[in-house]
């Protein structure tokens, strides 16, 4: 095994094992009863098996795995912008164009030949999950004065969108480069993906403290309003 | 997909190259913007804040010195006026008083009588400019009418006021921090304006109770205003300022379009009648 092969291993390790960085850090955070927490963890402990067990499945089943990873990441990035928006309005669209993509999902599931990755799919989630992430930075200037890096769910946001903006390209052009070329790259895109998992597990550990924070500042704001009567 | 078709596999790896690097820098350049920018208008909003706080302490400090103003007049009134009258009486009572004929003894009691009448009249004096009587039996409206005739009266200047909706009195703690501006502003206009008249009306627009004060004289404009106010002196204006503030009331200074009259409107939120 040459030295080339050696740290695209390592990296191999890295990305899988960063997984599990997210129940590890749900074990010692204080905010286990919060939805969005609990969806990280779990969604860590998935994708764990899932990544460790990609290549042991039977290659029948490729096209099905491809689909079900896209469905299950989509899925919790759409429900990190649902829960972080607080306007109906934009909810509703959230639930619009999800539905749309996973209807759009299952047709080209049925409809398309298996490549490398699902590059279509892929290319049209990271689009709908950049345009919840506008909104959402909108939406926290439009409702909140405190600094966005002290909330948890900004480095959530930054997670994805490193991850999503980094391996945009790649997903996109892989199935029309050699497999030579497309080995060259993929373990590249380990390394965003490992970035957001860390910032996702930084993210949990967060909570803890921005929920005791937020719920302190509300107990000690007093009673200001001037009685005159 | 027109790119794509156009290039070969070499050229899709620089696509590539270039495109995930592009991405990167977008996303980190967007990430490094949010915050700096958030940054940049949670420094202003700080320094908008301690402005605030700087016009509180300078309002508050012009509260605190007008209070004691008005202590040390009060303590000047008693300890000079009413003190030496008080005196004055003691002695006309003194204990020879018994060993003197009677003649002496009635005129030494009228002259204490005397003396106690002024002195009752000077602490009602006293009484009535920390409160005056007409504002508390019969509203602001009597009151305002009182002291533009006392004014008009002394002929120095023509003084006239009409109240035009003004059958629901507002709660007396009100009417007390409008007379009280009022009194504050019409002094400013005797003290400095030279003015020939002095004009007050009173009405009801929407949700908002407009009281209105015109002049022909010297005069200030809202930015004149705004100064003194941000200023260590016009210990006055900030103190109409802080009264307005618990009213949640709002002043205006302007300039007539005629350029002859000068303008103050008072404006107040309506709030329900006062039984």
């Not at chain 1, 299950?72 to 309005?89: D, Q, R, T």
């Not at chain 2, 997909?1 to 696509?15: D, E, P, R």
């Not at chain 2, 920390?130 to 409206?141: I, Q, Y």
């Not at chain 2, 023509?158 to 009280?180: C, G, M, Q, V, W």
Request: hydrophobic share 45%.
């Amino acid at each position: 095994m040459d030295k080339i092969q050696i740290i695209e291993k390592l990296f191999s390790y890295l990305l899988f094992y960063s997984y599990l960085l997210l129940p590890l850090f749900f074990i010692f955070s204080k905010s286990k009863r919060n939805s969005l927490v609990i969806c990280l963890a779990v969604y860590g402990i998935v994708f764990f098996f899932f990544l460790n067990f990609f290549y042991d499945i039977p290659r029948s089943f490729r096209k099905f795995q491809q689909f079900l990873y896209t469905v299950l990441e989509y899925s919790l990035f759409a429900y990190v912008f649902f829960i972080n928006l607080k306007s109906k309005k934009l909810r509703y669209l959230i639930i619009s164009l999800s539905l749309l993509f996973f209807a759009f999902l299952t047709v080209y599931f049925f409809t398309s030949h298996l490549g490398k990755v699902d590059s279509v799919p892929v290319g049209v989630e990271t689009i709908f999950v950049f345009i919840f992430a506008f909104v959402y930075f909108q939406q926290y200037f439009k409702h909140n004065q405190s600094y966005i890096y002290g909330n948890p769910n900004f480095w959530i946001v930054v997670g994805i969108l490193l991850y999503l903006g980094s391996t945009f390209f790649f997903n996109i052009l892989i199935n029309h480069i050699n497999q030579q070329q497309a080995d060259q790259y993929w373990h590249l895109t380990y390394i965003p993906e490992i970035i957001k998992n860390i910032l996702f597990s930084m993210a949990i550990l967060f909570y803890s403290s921005y929920h005791k924070e937020n719920q302190d500042t509300k107990k000690t704001i007093p009673y200001l309003d001037l009685d005159i009567n | 997909m027109f790119f794509l078709q156009a290039t070969n596999s070499s050229g899709i790896s620089t696509v590539l190259f270039i495109g995930t690097i592009g991405m990167l820098v977008l996303t980190v350049g967007l990430v490094l913007f949010i915050i700096f920018h958030q940054r940049k208008v949670s420094r202003y909003q700080r320094t908008l804040q301690k402005m605030e706080e700087e016009q509180q302490k300078i309002l508050l400090n012009a509260s605190i010195k007008l209070q004691e103003e008005e202590r040390q007049r009060l303590a000047a009134d008693l300890h000079d006026d009413a003190g030496p009258l008080l005196a004055t009486a003691r002695l006309y009572l003194n204990e020879n008083l018994v060993n003197q004929d009677k003649a002496t003894q009635l005129q030494s009691i009228f002259q204490a009588r005397q003396i106690i009448d002024d002195t009752i009249q000077l602490i009602r004096n006293i009484s009535h400019s920390l409160m005056p009587p007409t504002l508390k039996n019969f509203g602001l409206e009597s009151a305002v009418n009182d002291l533009f005739q006392k004014i008009s009266g002394s002929g120095t200047m023509n003084a006239s006021s009409r109240f035009h909706e003004y059958k629901d009195r507002l709660k007396p703690e009100k009417e007390l921090i409008i007379f009280r501006i009022v009194q504050e502003l019409v002094n400013n206009i005797l003290k400095h304006s030279s003015s020939s008249f002095i004009h007050l009306t009173q009405n009801i627009h929407g949700d908002k109770f407009y009281l209105r004060i015109h002049h022909d004289g010297r005069g200030l404009i809202q930015a004149d205003f705004d100064k003194l106010n941000k200023s260590n002196v016009g210990l006055g204006l900030k103190n109409i300022s802080s009264r307005l503030r618990v009213v949640q009331g709002n002043i205006f200074f302007e300039k007539d379009i005629s350029q002859t009259y000068y303008k103050v409107t008072i404006e107040l939120p309506r709030d329900e009648p006062y039984q």
